[in-house]
């Protein structure tokens, strides 16, 4: 575990990071021409979401061949030229393992609904409950039953996520020897680490039942045996001591401590999700209000003082593609906000991720036409939303704050024409303010979101304190600020972060008491120290 808290993971979803060849779809050597970007940013670990052949029904999350490079994306060749040229540079390939479903289109699932018996017990099929009614009332994450009719055989399938995506059953131990020997295939090609898309689904309940309260994921969410079948495919495959992180869908804190700690050899760490949802109105991604930042601050302590005390691990990060933009979302789209948020992450305990164009301060998409999306979560209930009878402007307003296509658009390298990302229009536009926030810009501003970025990372790799030491939260009863104390040995480093747009006081100590105690201002996206916090202002403080 130690190996991996001085490092810092950089997402790069490749359809909209590089086009090396014109057709407006990112590629494998789009991101071998951006590798010396990458080693100046000083990340160590680039994760790629996937380009395995995909019809693209969830942008590759629907996987049609788990041991291919999609033709969109480029060769093996690619592939194998990208792990190379990275490793030269110092830097290593995380992929991304889709391993709780594949796409209808795998060989698999088309085996089994023409009659492959076999390879009906690789997916969840069911008897319906009579009158065309499906096993359960569980809910798919991206709107409507969980359950799909399969007219061959007279039942219905699973799919947790889209129709297309039919889930795996992980009680074959066959599908599980296939899942180990995939992963491996990829290590033996010189990966050093992956992601595993909603880990935590993979065990489904004994019983099939009605969720009297939700939409299922209490009953389907770490299941029976997810930990034994972790635990399984990380030996069977070989990769344990390498980093790995898993996506936590609906989890709690006691199981994601089972999944990181080190002596149960399943994870080096997880992705939860809680903070991301202090926006969610009565707790529905769908209704829009302004960020509790007081459950911000609980949800924080919780997870970082919880798992700190039991030997778990974070994986801390702002944004991902499936997340708007965090700077849109918390802050206001200016320097001052990213800079702040980049702060409040870093500094923590855990892993950083930082995902492609915030470390720019790229924003959300702000389109103003349903026709603009790609993105079938969006597509899909932005008709749920009219069918509530939201009217037009209102349902394209929430999609507008809400869609994940807000963090697929074209990574923003220049002022040109379609930001220096394709010489041709792009599967998806871009926001208008690419002509200013673009790397060629910020590279050249000492005071850029980028050039922050850079220094926030080396600060990280220069300072056991930020790798290793404690954590212990502060200012805890004031709802405008998020902040905490770092310490190791003698050292210690305060945290100061401010969440709105205003001058904001401290309530525990204030700036001036900190200086006379004899901390000393290290950090900040202020240069000069004032009374009070300004907007969006973050502080470090160091006591040697």
């Given at each position: 575990?130690?190996?991996?808290?001085?490092?810092?993971?950089?997402?790069?979803?490749?359809?909209?990071?590089?086009?090396?060849?014109?057709?407006?779809?990112?590629?494998?050597?789009?991101?071998?021409?951006?590798?010396?970007?990458?080693?100046?940013?000083?990340?160590?670990?680039?994760?790629?979401?996937?380009?395995?052949?995909?019809?693209?029904?969830?942008?590759?999350?629907?996987?049609?061949?788990?041991?291919?490079?999609?033709?969109?994306?480029?060769?093996?060749?690619?592939?194998?030229?990208l792990v190379k040229s990275a490793d030269e540079k110092g830097l290593k390939i995380m992929l991304d393992m889709v391993l709780c479903h594949t796409s209808d289109q795998h060989e698999w699932f088309q085996k089994a609904i023409n009659g492959d018996e076999n390879y009906q017990r690789y997916y969840i099929f069911r008897d319906g409950r009579g009158d065309n009614e499906p096993p359960t009332n569980w809910q798919c994450a991206f709107g409507g039953s969980a359950w799909q009719w399969e007219s061959h055989l007279k039942n219905w399938y699973l799919h947790l996520h889209d129709v297309s995506q039919p889930d795996l059953d992980w009680t074959n131990p066959k599908v599980r020897e296939e899942l180990a020997n995939v992963v491996r295939f990829w290590k033996d090609r010189g990966v050093a680490g992956f992601r595993f898309d909603v880990i935590n689904?993979?065990?489904?309940?004994?019983?099939?039942?009605?969720?009297?309260?939700?939409?299922?994921?209490?009953?389907?969410?770490?299941?029976?045996?997810?930990?034994?079948?972790?635990?399984?495919?990380?030996?069977?495959?070989?990769?344990?001591?390498?980093?790995?992180?898993?996506?936590?869908?609906?989890?709690?804190?006691?199981?994601?401590?089972?999944?990181?700690?080190?002596?149960?050899?399943?994870?080096?760490?997880?992705?939860?999700?809680?903070?991301?949802?202090?926006?969610?109105?009565?707790?529905?991604?769908?209704?829009?209000?302004?960020?509790?930042?007081?459950?911000?601050?609980?949800?924080?302590?919780?997870?970082?003082?919880?798992?700190?005390?039991?030997?778990?691990?974070?994986?801390?990060?702002?944004?991902?593609?499936?997340?708007?933009?965090?700077?849109?979302?918390?802050?206001?789209?200016?320097?001052?906000?990213?800079?702040?948020?980049?702060?409040?992450?870093?500094?923590?305990?855990?892993?950083?991720?930082?995902?492609?164009?915030?470390?720019?301060?790229?924003?959300?998409?702000?389109?103003?036409?349903?026709?603009?999306?790609?993105?079938?979560?969006?597509?899909?209930?932005?008709?749920?939303?009219?069918?509530?009878?939201?009217?037009?402007?209102?349902?394209?307003?929430?999609?507008?704050?809400?869609?994940?296509?807000?963090?697929?658009?074209?990574?923003?390298?220049?002022?040109?024409?379609?930001?220096?990302?394709?010489?041709?229009?792009?599967?998806?536009?871009?926001?208008?303010?690419?002509?200013?926030?673009?790397?060629?810009?910020?590279?050249?501003?000492?005071?850029?979101?980028?050039?922050?970025?850079?220094?926030?990372?080396?600060?990280?790799?220069?300072?056991?304190?930020?790798?290793?030491?404690?954590?212990?939260?502060?200012?805890?009863?004031?709802?405008?600020?998020?902040?905490?104390?770092?310490?190791?040995?003698?050292?210690?480093?305060?945290?100061?972060?401010?969440?709105?747009?205003?001058?904001?006081?401290?309530?525990?100590?204030?700036?001036?008491?900190?200086?006379?105690?004899?901390?000393?201002?290290?950090?900040?996206?202020?240069?000069?120290?004032?009374?009070?916090?300004?907007?969006?202002?973050?502080?470090?403080?160091?006591?040697?």
């Amino acid at each position: 575990m130690a190996s991996f808290k001085d490092k810092v993971v950089y997402q790069i979803y490749p359809k909209s990071f590089q086009d090396s060849n014109g057709d407006g779809l990112g590629d494998l050597r789009g991101v071998i021409q951006r590798l010396d970007y990458l080693k100046d940013l000083g990340v160590d670990y680039l994760w790629l979401t996937p380009f395995f052949p995909s019809p693209q029904k969830d942008n590759g999350y629907d996987v049609s061949n788990y041991c291919e490079v999609d033709s969109r994306f480029g060769t093996m060749a690619d592939f194998d030229e990208l792990v190379k040229s990275a490793d030269e540079k110092g830097l290593k390939i995380m992929l991304d393992m889709v391993l709780c479903h594949t796409s209808d289109q795998h060989e698999w699932f088309q085996k089994a609904i023409n009659g492959d018996e076999n390879y009906q017990r690789y997916y969840i099929f069911r008897d319906g409950r009579g009158d065309n009614e499906p096993p359960t009332n569980w809910q798919c994450a991206f709107g409507g039953s969980a359950w799909q009719w399969e007219s061959h055989l007279k039942n219905w399938y699973l799919h947790l996520h889209d129709v297309s995506q039919p889930d795996l059953d992980w009680t074959n131990p066959k599908v599980r020897e296939e899942l180990a020997n995939v992963v491996r295939f990829w290590k033996d090609r010189g990966v050093a680490g992956f992601r595993f898309d909603v880990i935590n689904l993979i065990s489904k309940p004994e019983v099939f039942e009605d969720d009297t309260e939700g939409l299922g994921r209490k009953l389907f969410a770490d299941g029976p045996h997810v930990h034994e079948y972790l635990r399984e495919l990380v030996k069977n495959s070989g990769i344990d001591g390498m980093i790995t992180v898993g996506e936590m869908a609906s989890t709690d804190l006691k199981n994601c401590l089972l999944y990181t700690r080190p002596e149960d050899h399943e994870l080096s760490m997880v992705f939860s999700f809680h903070h991301l949802k202090v926006d969610y109105k009565d707790g529905d991604k769908w209704s829009l209000m302004n960020a509790d930042i007081h459950e911000l601050k609980k949800l924080f302590e919780e997870w970082q003082v919880g798992m700190s005390k039991s030997g778990g691990w974070n994986a801390v990060f702002w944004c991902n593609h499936d997340q708007p933009r965090a700077v849109s979302r918390f802050g206001d789209d200016g320097i001052e906000s990213a800079k702040m948020l980049a702060t409040t992450i870093h500094l923590m305990r855990g892993t950083p991720y930082v995902y492609q164009g915030e470390e720019l301060g790229m924003t959300n998409a702000k389109f103003t036409s349903i026709e603009q999306y790609r993105d079938v979560e969006s597509l899909n209930y932005y008709k749920i939303l009219l069918e509530q009878g939201k009217s037009e402007s209102d349902a394209l307003k929430i999609i507008g704050e809400r869609s994940r296509d807000n963090s697929r658009t074209p990574m923003q390298w220049s002022a040109e024409k379609f930001a220096g990302f394709s010489t041709a229009e792009p599967w998806i536009s871009s926001p208008k303010n690419f002509e200013t926030i673009n790397v060629e810009n910020e590279l050249r501003d000492k005071n850029s979101v980028l050039n922050f970025y850079k220094m926030l990372i080396k600060f990280r790799k220069d300072n056991p304190i930020v790798q290793d030491g404690d954590i212990e939260f502060i200012e805890r009863d004031n709802d405008d600020v998020v902040a905490y104390r770092r310490t190791l040995d003698s050292k210690e480093l305060i945290v100061i972060c401010n969440f709105r747009n205003s001058e904001v006081k401290l309530q525990d100590r204030s700036l001036s008491e900190y200086l006379a105690a004899g901390y000393k201002k290290i950090l900040g996206n202020y240069e000069s120290i004032d009374t009070n916090l300004r907007p969006y202002e973050s502080i470090v403080f160091s006591l040697n």
